[in-house]
């Protein structure tokens, strides 16, 4: 059985960080790419950070660059995405997904999913809640 677990998300004050973790069974880690989603209520799914399979290059929405880092481990099968400097703009239900094929699509160093693009991911974890407080 697929899974993909979320956890880590929970009230942190602005400015405070957070790290939010994902781990997945029943697939092969080293061979998908992964990606940190997030959804605040009215908006729509935004794109947050990629990771890649097999090289693990790594890839940020303009939004987080400088605050947010994506990154993995192989042997724990888990993805990770630490956030700096919280901000109301961050506060969103944070899930991770996971697909074959590179993070797209990708120009040069930038990076920006849309919908049809978050379609092919075929893994989907449930979501973990980040608040943040003033």
């Known amino acids: 059985e697929v899974q993909l677990q979320a956890s880590g998300g929970g009230s942190v004050e602005a400015g405070g960080r957070l790290r939010l973790s994902c781990t997945a069974s029943?697939?092969?880690?080293?061979?998908?790419?992964m990606m940190w989603i997030r959804q605040a209520p009215g908006k729509e799914r935004e794109g947050v950070a990629c990771?890649?399979?097999?090289?693990?290059?790594?890839y940020y929405a303009d939004s987080v660059k400088g605050r947010v880092t994506i990154s993995s481990d192989s042997g724990k099968k888990t993805v990770y995405l630490n956030v700096n400097g919280l901000t109301s703009e961050d506060a969103a239900v944070y899930y991770c997904?996971?697909?074959?094929?590179?993070?797209?699509?990708?120009?040069?160093?930038?990076w920006g999913p849309g919908a049809r693009e978050m379609d092919r991911y075929k893994y989907w974890g449930r979501g973990t809640q980040v608040t943040v407080s003033s």
């Open positions: 990771i890649g399979s097999r090289t693990r290059a790594t």
């Open positions: 997904a996971a697909k074959s094929g590179p993070c797209a699509p990708t120009f040069g160093n930038r």
């Open positions: 029943g697939f092969s880690f080293d061979d998908h790419t």
